[in-house]
């Protein structure tokens, strides 16, 4: 199991930045993906990025893409959330989250076993 904590949200105008970062504990980080993903008022929690354990792999969601990059530091076992070019739409409860089983490259929310806390961002237009 690897326990998770989000930090790096707040209040940011559209068009601005912000970067997320999330710790993890537990001596198997480097053997997991990671993901984001995003909960908005009333929607379902949904995908926003992936990357794979040894970094090298990434993928995002359309709505995303080219504005926000995934990255990961395995010596301080963390991973980023990059995100330019803010939109209101953007504006949700980011949660990282690591696959049931390690060595495993997903996207799919229901592969996900270990979920971290959430942080808020929003976006004002």
């Known amino acids: 199991q690897v326990q998770l904590v989000e930090s790096g949200g707040g209040l940011v105008q559209a068009g601005g930045s912000l970067r997320l970062s999330c710790a993890a504990s537990?001596?198997?980080?480097?053997?997991?993906?990671m993901g984001w993903f995003r909960q908005a008022p009333g929607k379902e929690r949904e995908f926003v990025a992936v990357?794979?354990?040894?970094?090298?792999?990434?993928y995002y969601a359309d709505s995303v893409k080219g504005r926000f990059t995934i990255s990961r530091d395995n010596a301080n076992k963390t991973v980023y959330l990059q995100m330019n070019s803010l939109k209101p739409e953007d504006t949700a409860v980011y949660y990282c989250?690591?696959?049931?089983?390690?060595?495993?490259?997903?996207?799919?929310?229901?592969?996900?076993?270990?979920w971290g806390q959430g942080t808020q961002v929003t976006v004002s237009s």
């Open positions: 990357i794979n354990w040894s970094g090298g792999t990434t």
């Open positions: 537990g001596r198997t980080f480097s053997s997991y993906a």
């Open positions: 989250a690591a696959p049931r089983s390690s060595y495993y490259y997903t996207w799919e929310r229901k592969n996900f076993g270990s």
